[in-house]
């Protein structure tokens, strides 16, 4: 699958969808709850996972794995977790601003 | 990435929350998304290969930004104040854009494809149009076209990307960190980047944006209060004249938790009579570009605080514009292109993933990614970026490079002064000498020889001005920035 900045993603078996922030550097298997994720056009059987272990996916969290490089916006939230070539994929922090507009 | 995206997850995940509201009306983030669906539609449905907005601040605003975002066509504001000589060659610079506005006669459209502003909320817009949206909007894909302001000669089309504008939303915003009931007024034009990066910022957040149309000192108080405002953005003149109206008196504005300022320099002694009149109201100054998809520096609540307590050091950094937002680099450079030390003044550079530096004619980043804002300023020790102005607008007498702004903030806080403008006048032996022009505060009176004293007893007197002049008003853009070309021009002929 072709990963590049701005595609869409989604987990074929619960409600996370993505958004690529930065494509990935090397190849990557970008997995929710264990079942790699697939292009958000394409088919999605759902039915939730069979491991839901893990804290799930949070809308408007933005995660990222150091080794690959990928980065991603969760753009709708689901009980699955993240996981690049088998590592858990952390929350990118980000320090909330004074408002500033 | 691209700016769809944005409404689109505020709408599936705050759906009833109110959004915006213009006048009477309000539309929840679900109504804002389907709007802005429909106008998409009929964008395509016409044809359309860009969307032009020559229209004022409302409800319509938004649905036209994310409409044109979800048609994947560039957003184009322009604006609806310009003159027919300057509005058309803009209008036609466009042709094929639809053009939304707010008479269906714009000068040099193609009456086809205009589109009043008034029927985008219309809830029967567009229905008829059985048109397909695209289900990828490329990030590298141009998003807005912004003609900047132009203080020193013909606008220029800055070109920011859909992934300039989503790294500055994604990187400063919480994505539905506000709370229910928080509110944004806003007064910005729709044509300035304040105005499109406050409308990301505030929808990305979940927080309602409350739009007047033009700005009155006395109405945005009174819609503060009634409308119970959390959060609002003023440019300089705009704070100035609510500064003005209130007369020494408190503001009355408990609910207002923040108010930023930013779009030109502000002036000290406005500030400080703000930040005594606004009790409890955190202020934050923010700096940006066009160029630079809007604010890559803030100073904060706490260093406003910190300076109106009496702090030295705070005092000093409320001349500046705070420290750089993360993912955001800076340096300062002197004419030859070598980074200067902390504290020597010279060119700010920018890099970062929402610094675009592109243009319609080109891109004017190097190599390195590196933006020339064309501003001077200088860094402290602990990183306060201070700005002194346009780099084009620096006095250079006898060889000394001197900043306007630091001899306009001395005669502002004249008391008999409400404004001032310092540019530089040719001179056979000095190259440049300091000429100033000022108006007087109604009802004062003031002489030359009194401001040329008081001018000496503050700056050096290689800073005091050679030539001071009086007028009844300076020229400003809207947004508050001085036409410094002008009050030369006018100095000259």
Known sequence: MDIKAGSRLACPECSVEL??????????????????????????PGGGHADASGDGTLVGKRYADEDSGIEVLCAKPGPGTLAADGREVPIKGAKPLPSSD | MNLSLLLEMSASTLEDRPA???GSRTLSYAQLDAAARRCAAKFLSMGATGVVYCGTNDASFPIAVFGAAYAGLPFIPLNYRLGEEQLQPLVEANLGAVIIAETAKVPGADPAMVVLRSTLLDAEFSTAADVELPAFVDP?????????????????????????????????????????????????????????????????????????????AQVWLDTIRNERITQAMVVP????????????SPAGAPSLATLSYGGARMPLPVLEQALELFVGTGFVNAYGLTETSSTIALLGPEDHDAAFAGDPVAKVRLGSVGKVLPGIEVEVRDEDGSVLPVGEPGLVFLRGEQVSGEYESGSVVDAEGWFPTKDRGWI??????????????????????????EIEDVLRRHEAIIDAAVVGIPDDEWGQQIAAVVVMRPGASVSVDELHDYCQLHLRSSKTPYRIEFRDELPHTPTGKLLRREVLADLLG
């Open chain 2, 237 to 248: 003149t705009m704070l100035a004249r609510v500064v003005q109206l209130l007369d020494g």
């Open chain 2, 140 to 216: 590298e894909d141009v998003a807005i076209v912004l003609y900047t302001s132009g203080t020193s000669g013909t606008p220029k089309a800055a070109l920011l990307r859909h992934r300039h504008l989503t790294a500055y939303v994604i990187g400063t915003v919480e994505f539905a960190g506000a709370d229910p009931e928080q509110a944004a007024l806003v007064t910005v034009p729709p044509y300035h980047i304040a105005g499109l990066a406050n409308l990301l910022s505030n929808m990305y957040s979940g927080r309602r944006i409350v739009y007047l149309e033009s700005f009155d």
């Open chain 2, 380 to 405: 402290d020790q602990d990183d306060y970026l201070f700005i002194e102005g346009r780099a084009d607008d620096t006095i250079i007498r006898g060889g000394e490079n001197i900043a306007p702004a």
């Open chain 1, 19 to 44: 958004v690529v922030v930065r494509p990935p550097s090397s190849p990557v298997a970008l997995t929710c709850g264990g079942v790699e994720v697939v292009e958000a056009a394409a088919d999605r």
């Open chain 2, 20 to 22: 915006v509201t213009s």
